[in-house]
């Protein structure tokens, strides 16, 4: 039978030389420990022999204190199993327990940072969240994902991928990348012109500290991606709202800026605007371009849902034009295999992917090499693609499931158009609501919506709902929508 360990550091110091006896001062720092909080109600002491042995004294000497401690009612003996913090503790602890400790106020300068709402599932059970679009974990190849990485370390060569390698990542999950981006997206990116990072917001996050110096100014669309806005912001920029409507950033206003003014860069989803969703026309791509090159500041193409477009072909990124000199293309396999698997990319010219590798070196020195390894090899058989295709078509039927429903439920109630791509609805209320407190409404159902304010750039009501349908099933959908519809 293994012994448990008991999950107690013993830290008593006794004096040997003064004249209070050592199994009462045994006793008195056990009680002491038990006012601290350390030791709390129920919680199993070493056994004699152990506790004896770690203090250095007589075993004699911890059954004295033991003896005293449970005369007092400090401790409990349970046959068989042991010694344990009494439950009902005298009353002079009441007051210490569970108390915590107050930490010391720190007295240095830092720069505070508000944690942001997260955009992803809370936890809670049954729990319908309306997310900001994303994927369906129950789709995630895990299956095949755990194959190729238990392949990886049944390899006679595994040993090479446990020390430090190329922080731009290896090179097989490069070349990986680079092969679908150029056959299906057009770009022409070599692998030296590939950055690996966790996630396409650590990507932004390189991008904006490789490029951005204290007062430069970044063009943003408004509405737009808030985490970006403070990403720019916390590097120093000056940020330059820049209307959106239904065809995606106003290039003309754009225009208008830059004769102003200078701009370091403009940063764009042109794909499926966020928050919006719609995806710009290729003529305001092919302005964007030619101003970029006119004026030139750099164009930060955040292409975070790619692969889902279901209205006609999928428009071809802006680095994949033959003029796009300046565009710095931000990518992420996360939303196709899952969330958690944090792997997103940076492509642009190469001394400054090279420059964002060398700032990603001295964060986090490089990403998970088996990992790489494991998603490259999963590309090159081409499970990645082949679950695409199925993840394609459960949220292309979600998408027009979503559109029904929305009328069926809140057609009298909202306005929308049914999103060529994505896997988030846009969705206009017909009155004027906070959206926020909408949320903690919905929350006593169940139900958890995102607040739209953060997305203005000037905090204004835009009086509109972002719902992701892609992680829910038709019928917490449907519970969903008919949650709100009775608040509404």
């Known amino acids: 039978m293994v012994q448990k360990l008991r999950p107690w550091k013993t830290v008593i110091s006794l004096n040997f030389d003064c004249e209070r006896p050592v199994y009462r001062q045994i006793a008195d720092g056990i009680i002491e420990e038990i006012k601290r909080g350390r030791l709390v109600p129920g919680t199993p002491l070493p056994g004699t022999r152990q506790l004896a042995e770690d203090l250095e004294v007589n075993r004699k000497t911890i059954i004295l204190a033991f003896d005293e401690l449970l005369a007092e009612g400090w401790l409990v003996s349970v046959s068989k199993r042991g010694t344990f913090v009494s439950e009902k503790l005298p009353l002079q602890t009441t007051l210490y327990r569970h108390k915590k400790q107050t930490p010391a106020a720190p007295n240095f300068a830092f720069r505070q940072m508000a944690m942001e709402g997260a955009p992803f599932k809370p936890a809670g059970k049954n729990l319908i969240a309306f997310d900001d679009g994303l994927p369906d974990v129950r789709l995630a190849p895990m299956e095949e994902l755990v194959r190729s990485y238990k392949r990886i370390f049944q390899q006679n060569a595994r040993w ?133 090159n006119r004026f030139g500041f750099a164009i930060i193409e955040d292409d975070y849902d790619h692969e889902f477009h279901f209205s006609s072909k ?100 909202v306005n929308f158009r049914k999103p060529s791509g994505g896997l988030a609805y846009w969705v206009q209320l017909k009155k004027q609501l906070d959206t926020g407190k909408l949320a903690s409404k919905l929350l006593q159902q169940n139900v958890s919506i995102i607040p739209t304010e953060p997305f203005s750039f000037a905090g204004k009501p835009l009086n509109a709902l972002r719902l992701g349908y892609a992680s829910l099933t038709a019928e917490e959908l449907e519970r969903g929508l008919k949650a709100m519809q009775k608040l509404l």
């Open 160 to 292: 090479r991928m446990m020390g430090y390698g190329n922080p731009k990542g290896t090179e097989t999950i490069r070349t990986a990348i680079a092969k679908m981006l150029l056959h299906d997206r057009g770009l022409n990116a070599d692998k030296e012109r590939l950055c690996i990072t966790r996630g396409s917001q650590m990507a932004l996050y390189l991008t904006a500290n490789s490029m951005v110096e204290k007062g430069d100014r970044i063009a943003v669309e408004d509405p737009g991606y808030a985490p970006a806005w403070n990403t720019f912001t916390q590097c120093g920029a000056k940020l330059v709202p820049v209307r959106a409507d239904d065809e995606g950033i106003c290039i003309d206003t754009l225009e208008k800026v830059c004769a102003r003014s200078k701009i370091k860069a403009v940063y764009v989803t042109p794909h499926h605007q966020f928050p919006t969703t719609v995806s710009m026309k290729i003529d305001r791509r092919l302005k964007l371009i030619e101003l970029s």
């Open 314 to 413: 999928s428009l071809l990124p802006l680095a994949s034009h033959e003029n796009a000199a300046n565009v710095i293309y931000i990518s992420s396999l996360s939303k196709v295999v899952a969330p958690a698997v944090r792997l997103g990319y940076i492509s642009g010219p190469e001394a400054f992917v090279n420059a964002a590798a060398s700032l990603r070196k001295m964060i986090d020195v490089q990403g998970d090499n088996v990992m790489e390894h494991a998603i490259a090899e999963l590309m090159e058989e081409g499970a990645i693609r082949k679950h695409a295709r199925r993840a394609y078509k459960v949220y292309e039927e979600r998408r027009e499931n979503m559109e029904n429903k929305l009328l069926e439920y809140l057609g009298d109630k």
